[in-house]
């Protein structure tokens, strides 16, 4: 996690860290933002040569050097310019692309119990909001830093050699306009940090007023809907109205302050002039050297809030990189290669937190066995079979897979030999072919078409607009359910593993769907190990033994009719639902 006694410097060596790789283009950048500020430079004091040799003394050969002098130093600048902006953006570029990669990459590599806990907006505020705040702090960073400093130091050099009692009064004005840097720099970190939690509020709000679409209009909710984004969208407003008054403030003081030193310089320069002390020449070009001084100066002011931005989002963005997942992969961890089907929870129990959800569960389900789990809401289920491809891990016993400890193998040869459906069939915005194909998208054309017909889902797709190609829409919302989740048993028998979790599969479909769906899954079940949770009891009687868990415990075990004549809890739930029915 990070360290809490210095958040500031810890941010900048983070994003020093992310220009590391990249120090050739960065390398280039520095060079032609030299360039630049020598120029300027070198502009500043073409000025005194211009004022006393062409205006004051007449000289014709100056004249006819200096025009040509200037221009070619402008156009070098100009093209110094080009260059810094360019190799700089594209640094930029390339951080930030890399930065969303690991942190994309960092965030599928969690457990689900992250998953648990965050929010979907939050995620995506931070792989993108934070993300931008980043790229536009390290460039802004690097040119401030580089060119503007360089052009500092150039330009005092300049001032110093033209006069160096008149730059003594201009430098001791210089402490005093980085005052606003200092003083608001801390407000305004705070501030964007706030800023940026505010944002993921927001996107929050976004992301679940139009993923709930159809709900939030069934519920005739969308008055409450644009009250609740209203309010967040308020909130944003008002921190951003904060940090503008503290930055808007700071940019103006410094002008003042700078205007201080100008009259000030006015003032004793123009004495010297008018003395004969000093030519008009070296006092404009002094002059001018130091208004080019004090623009420099306030960009590194405007640099300050956006830095403050960037160390924000660097702090949160590590904040999220440095949570760590529940599952590891032990040193020496096997591949998982051929795999009967074998399934063994030894005493197993897991907690969520603090909250016991499975108590000492002892099961063997044999090679192509099919075993149905039914119970009330909440009795852990679900969580059970979660453990088996190591969605979460055992609070203590063992879960085994033809006798190995399913964490003696690595998480992903464990998880090619288990396919899941659940009752949430999730389908891509994509095409029909590619989410069938999503397990393994090196099948063919003949085994995707041979997936969709054993799923009863090819003659639905044959009428899609464009067949295999069909784009299905945002979780397949141009589909009906059972359409939807014969394409997810689809995608389960392309993958072809040997043990299949179904959760809950048809719960959410009508009489007609359930029926098309439930032959789909009886094809889908042939030959493998499986685990079946549902609700509808009517679904679980091809099962060869049925578990009945209540409260973490497995409180019934058997066959549909052995289960039937004990009058237990199994007996109770079936009769309540003959009843319902």
């Known amino acids: 996690m990070l360290k809490e006694d210095s958040p500031a410097r810890f941010a900048l060596h983070r994003m020093v860290g992310l220009l590391r790789p990249h120090w050739r283009r960065l390398a280039l950048a520095v060079l032609c933002m030299l360039m630049v500020s020598g120029s300027t430079g070198l502009t500043a004091y073409l000025i005194k040569p211009a004022m006393d040799d062409i205006f004051i003394k007449k000289d014709v050969v100056m004249l006819a050097l200096l025009p040509g002098l200037f221009l070619l130093v402008s156009l070098i600048k100009a093209l110094s310019d080009w260059g810094s902006t360019y190799f700089l953006q594209s640094v930029g570029l390339r951080v930030v692309a890399g930065l969303r990669q690991e942190l994309f990459d960092h965030i599928h590599g969690l457990s689900l119990s992250f998953f648990d806990k965050a929010s979907t907006g ?20 690097v040119s401030g830093l580089v060119k503007d400093t360089v052009t500092i130091v150039g330009l005092i050099f300049v001032v110093f050699y033209q006069n160096w009692k008149l730059a ?5 004005v210089l ?11 801390q407000k305004l970190r705070k501030l964007a940090r706030k800023g940026q ?17 159809r709900i939030v209009q069934a519920f005739g909710m969308e008055e409450h809907e644009k009250r609740r984004f209203a309010r967040h969208n308020t909130a944003v407003l008002e921190n951003q109205l904060k940090a503008l008054r503290i930055d808007a403030l700071s940019s103006p003081l410094m002008e003042f302050i700078g205007a201080i030193g100008i009259s000030a310089i006015i003032a004793y320069g123009g004495y010297q002039v008018v003395r004969g002390t000093s030519t008009p020449g070296t006092f404009f070009s002094f002059l001018g050297a130091l208004i080019m001084l004090y623009k420099p100066v306030k960009s590194l002011n405007k640099l300050n809030s956006t830095l403050q931005k960037g160390i924000a989002s660097v702090l949160r963005v590590q904040e999220l990189l440095g949570y760590k997942s529940d599952i590891v992969e032990r040193p020496n961890a096997l591949e998982l290669t051929r795999v009967q089907g074998a399934v063994e929870f030894r005493n197993v129990s897991f907690a969520y937190d603090t909250t016991p959800v499975l108590r000492n569960i002892s099961i063997k389900v044999n090679p192509g066995e099919v075993v149905a789990l039914v119970g009330s809401s909440g009795g ?8 088996i491809p190591r969605f979460y891990d055992v609070t203590e016993g063992a879960v085994l897979i033809d006798g190995v400890d399913v964490r003696d193998v690595t998480v992903r040869s464990l998880r090619r030999h288990i396919a899941m459906v659940t009752q949430h069939s999730f389908l891509f915005n994509d095409t029909v072919r590619n989410n069938i ?9 003949e085994d ?5 017909k054993a799923a009863y889902a090819y003659d639905f797709i044959c009428r899609l607009p464009h067949g295999l190609d069909t784009v299905v829409g945002e979780q397949g919302v141009m589909l009906s359910g059972g359409q939807r989740q014969r394409l997810c048993i689809a995608r389960a028998l392309l993958k072809d593993a040997p043990i299949l979790i179904l959760d809950e599969a048809t719960s959410a479909l009508d009489s007609e769907a359930e029926q098309e769906v439930q032959r789909a899954l009886e094809n889908l079940m042939q030959g493998r190990t499986t685990f079946v949770i549902a609700h509808r009891l009517s679904t679980v009687k091809i099962a060869h033994r ?12 058997g066959s549909h009719h052995s289960l039937m004549e004990r009058h237990g809890e199994y007996r109770r739930l079936y009769d309540i639902q003959f009843q319902q029915a």
């Open 122 to 141: 939050t995620l995506m505020s931070r792989i993108t909001n934070d993300i931008k705040e980043i790229q536009v702090a390290v460039n802004s960073a």
């Open 168 to 172: 003594s009064i201009a430098v001791a």
């Open 175 to 185: 402490p005093l306009a980085f005052f606003p840097l200092v003083h608001f720099g």
């Open 197 to 213: 939690e505010k944002v993921a509020h927001l996107s929050v709000v976004l992301h679940e007023s139009f993923t709930g679409v």
């Open 380 to 387: 852990g289920k679900t969580t059970l079979v979660h453990l």
């Open 437 to 445: 194909a999503y397990g393994d998208p090196s099948k063919t054309e």
């Open 448 to 452: 995707i078409m041979a997936a969709a």
């Open 546 to 557: 049925i578990l009945v868990i209540s409260h973490g415990r497995i409180i019934e075990e």
